[in-house]
């Protein structure tokens, strides 16, 4: 109560005879019993009816001044001296300290949590630095002796099949491996049991493939068909220039075929009587002239040129000098297949 006002204490619902009440009376504090003052009441309620009302009508310092109303009206009054509020108590701390074994002195004292404990109760808001400020107590007991290797007294593996591969199956386990369909999980159960009859169960989980299938999406924009291959052609392989391998293969075969339609012949023959600058013909018959030298050692021929129809070849050019020379060329004429 001491640090206390009395306007803070619980307010009192009524007066029991064993209640204690504080008064001044001539100037002397004096100790009031709720009996002395329930008769009091009752001698003063005498010829009036009885009590109305009992009220606190003043205070003043430490005193209450309260009115009595009686079944009459009439009324009185009197005084209730309330004890002086005592001295602010002091306020208290508890520090602790640790130690490796009962100190001897200060240096012997540390913050980490050791084998002894340090307990300080008093009013010093830091904790003090001496050993003897505080009581010691052993709060960890000693190491125990060393036990026995928890060694394996007995192992198991066990095997069960299922559609999933998170949920841990439930049913029989077997010690052999089972069949397990394609697309669905193989479970592994490990249990270790120790000579302390502590059980230890570990479980893996593996997926059984499904033949290939779906092992790809697409390649070159080829879906796989129902046994997950794919069917390429050559129109579906690209090659560097961004053009097709069919496209490659067709134009190949372009060339042969042309190649087939035609046949190359040598034709070799002297010309006599031409004159420096000449203009020969030679009927080919539907052949293109290819290939041709005109000349002997003497004869030097300079601009050369021959123009080729459907029928003939025209050839034109200058001779070092007129008269004989030979002629060689090679033509091809286009035949049906």
Not at 125 to 137: G, I, K, L, V
Not at 222 to 231: C, L, Q, T
Not at 281 to 296: M, P, Y
């Amino acid at each position: 109560m001491a640090d206390k006002t009395i306007g803070s204490l619980t307010a009192a619902t009524q007066i029991n005879a064993a209640d204690l009440f504080v008064l001044e009376q001539s100037s002397t504090a004096k100790k009031l019993t709720g009996q002395i003052l329930l008769s009091w009441l009752t001698a003063a309620a005498d010829g009036h009816g009885g009590i109305q009302t009992i009220a606190l009508t003043t205070s003043s310092d430490l005193v209450d001044t309260y009115t009595i109303t009686y079944a009459d009206t009439s009324t009185s009054t009197f005084d209730v001296t309330n004890g002086a509020q005592g001295p602010q108590g002091d306020s208290w701390y508890v520090h602790l300290k640790y130690a490796s074994d009962t100190p001897t002195q200060d240096s012997d004292m540390g913050d980490t949590p050791d084998n002894y404990i340090g307990i300080y109760s008093g009013t010093s808001s830091s904790a003090p630095a001496h050993y003897t400020d505080y009581e010691w107590f052993q709060w960890k007991g000693d190491t125990g002796a060393t036990g026995a290797a928890c060694t394996i007294a007995a192992q198991a593996v066990e095997y069960m099949t299922s559609s999933s591969g998170t949920v841990v199956p439930e049913g029989s386990w077997t010690t052999t491996v089972p069949t397990v369909a394609a697309g669905n999980y193989l479970w592994t159960r490990t249990k270790l049991t120790f000579i302390d009859s502590t059980v230890v169960t570990s479980y893996s989980v593996s997926r059984f493939g499904i033949d290939g299938a779906g092992a790809v999406s697409t390649v070159n924009e080829i879906s796989p068909d129902g046994d997950g291959n794919v069917a390429l052609t050559a129109t579906d392989i690209p090659t560097s220039d961004s053009t097709s391998v069919q496209s490659h293969i067709t134009s190949i075969e372009s060339d042969v075929t042309d190649l087939q339609k035609y046949e190359i012949r040598h034709i070799s023959g002297s010309i006599t009587a031409l004159p420096k600058s000449f203009s020969y013909n030679f009927i080919t018959a539907d052949h293109r002239v290819i290939n041709c030298v005109l000349g002997t050692p003497s004869a030097v021929v300079t601009d050369l040129s021959w123009v080729t129809t459907t029928s003939d070849v025209t050839f034109s050019g200058t001779l070092a000098t007129s008269g004989s020379t030979t002629i060689d060329f090679d033509i091809v004429k286009v035949v049906t297949p």
